[in-house]
């Protein structure tokens, strides 16, 4: 129903930025909530940032003031803005959405993508 694809991982120093991006396709109208979440080896998943169709947003705490999710429009990618990085923020970056309760609020992941900041 749902295909998410992000993009934009790879290396980078300390202090510097990467954007991350999620293209969804299938049934997009279908998906009220969007977002982010990381998963560092040995560590579970967390939230980084989600936002919903309304305009909504949440961060973690430990990324609020760094990052930026923005989504301009249900079609269009939801994006990460990712600065003044840290080396724990190394991780798996996997897009999130959520589908609309008459889904069954399925939940919907792509498929990773690896972040890496040295120090």
């Known amino acids: 129903q749902v295909q998410l694809v992000e993009s934009g991982g790879g290396l980078v120093q300390a202090g510097g930025s990467l954007r991350l991006s999620c293209a969804a396709s299938?049934?997009?109208?279908?998906?009220?909530?969007m977002g982010w979440y990381r998963q560092a080896p040995g560590k579970q998943r967390e939230l980084v940032a989600i936002c919903t169709n309304g305009g909504g947003t949440n961060y973690a705490d430990s990324v609020k003031g760094r990052f930026t999710i923005s989504r301009e429009n249900a079609k269009n990618p939801v994006y990460l803005q990712m600065n003044s990085l840290k080396p724990e923020d190394t991780a798996v970056y996997y897009c999130y959405a959520r589908l609309s309760p008459a889904l069954g609020y399925l939940e919907v992941w792509g498929q990773g993508t690896l972040v890496t900041v040295s120090s």
């Open positions: 299938g049934v997009i109208s279908s998906i009220n909530v």
